[in-house]
Nanobody, 121 residues
Framework: QVQLVESGGGLVQAGGSLRLSCVAS????????MGWFRQAPGKEREFVAT????????YYEDSVKDRFTIFRDNAKNTVHLEMNSLKPEDTAVYYC??????????????WGQGTQVTVSS
């Protein structure tokens, strides 16, 4: 059974930082592209960042490009999203996902349950 479990969300003031983590089980983690998506209230789920199976390649949504960093530890079946200079508009439920390279949620068949990130102004 595939499980992706996110952690690290919480309440933070604007300008602050958070590190999200996602631990995977039930899949050959090092074979999968890993992605982070987010969904704000009343909005559709959107792409945030993705990382190749080896970790050598990353890609970010423009609004987070210089503030967020995605990285992975294949030995620990874990992917992280380091978020700095957080803004109120970053408030959302953040999901990790496992799949193939791309920015569409359709590329990722496996999903975690999400972790809430709230940024206060």
């Amino acid at each position: 059974q595939v499980q992706l479990v996110e952690s690290g969300g919480g309440l933070v003031q604007a300008g602050g930082s958070l590190r999200l983590s996602c631990v995977a089980s039930g899949i050959s983690f090092s074979y999968y592209v890993m992605g982070w998506f987010r969904q704000a209230p009343g909005k559709e789920r959107e792409f945030v960042a993705t990382i190749s199976s080896s970790g050598a390649r990353t890609y970010y949504e423009d609004s987070v490009k210089d503030r967020f960093t995605i990285f992975r530890d294949n030995a620990k079946n874990t992917v992280h999203l380091e978020m700095n200079s957080l803004k109120p508009e970053d408030t959302a439920v953040y999901y990790c996902a496992a799949g193939s390279w791309g920015v569409s949620s359709a590329e990722y068949p496996y999903w975690g349950q999400g972790t809430q990130v709230t940024v206060s102004s």
